[in-house]
C-alpha cells in the first residue's frame, strides 16, 4: 500500500509564505500525476494543483493562479507545493494525492489512487 505523507503545513500571516512537500513511501511506484487538494471546513474538498511526470506539465485553479506553484521529482516520488501571497481564503486541511493513470479529468477527487492524510494551513488575518 502506497502512502503519501505531507509535511510542511502551519500558521502564517496574511501575505506569508509556505511550502508543503509530499512524498510517496514506495520508491517503485510510478505516478502518472501528483496533485494537490484542500479542504475548509464545511466546504467539499477542491482541486488546487497538479502536476504530471509526463512532460512536466502544471495546472492550477484560478483561485490560487500566479500564487502557488508545483513542482516535482519523479525520481523521488515527491511533488512540492509553493505557496506565496496567502491569504485567509486559502485556509484548509491541504491534501496531496497520487494517480497512476490519465483516465479521468485532474480536477476531479476520483482520478486520484492514493491520498495523504493532509496538512493544516491557517492563514491569519
Known amino acids: 500500500q502506497v502512502e503519501m505523507l505531507e509535511s510542511g503545513g502551519g500558521l502564517v500571516q496574511t501575505g506569508g509564505s509556505l511550502r508543503l512537500s509530499c512524498v510517496a513511501s514506495e520508491r517503485t511506484f510510478t505516478a502518472s500525476r501528483m496533485g494537490w487538494f484542500r479542504q475548509a471546513p464545511g466546504k467539499e474538498r477542491e482541486f488546487v494543483a497538479v502536476?504530471?511526470?509526463?512532460?512536466?506539465?502544471?495546472a492550477y485553479a484560478d483561485s490560487v493562479k500566479g500564487r502557488f506553484t508545483i513542482s516535482g521529482d519523479n525520481s523521488k516520488n515527491s511533488i512540492y507545493l509553493e505557496m506565496n501571497n496567502l491569504g485567509p481564503e486559502d485556509t484548509a486541511v491541504y491534501y496531496c494525492?497520487?494517480?497512476?493513470?490519465?483516465?479521468?479529468?485532474?480536477?476531479?477527487?476520483?482520478?486520484?489512487?492514493?491520498w495523504g492524510r493532509g496538512t493544516q494551513v491557517t492563514v491569519s488575518s
Open positions: 502536476f504530471s511526470y509526463i512532460g512536466g506539465g502544471a
Open positions: 494525492a497520487a494517480a497512476i493513470s490519465y483516465a479521468m479529468s485532474y480536477v476531479r477527487p476520483l482520478a486520484y489512487d492514493y
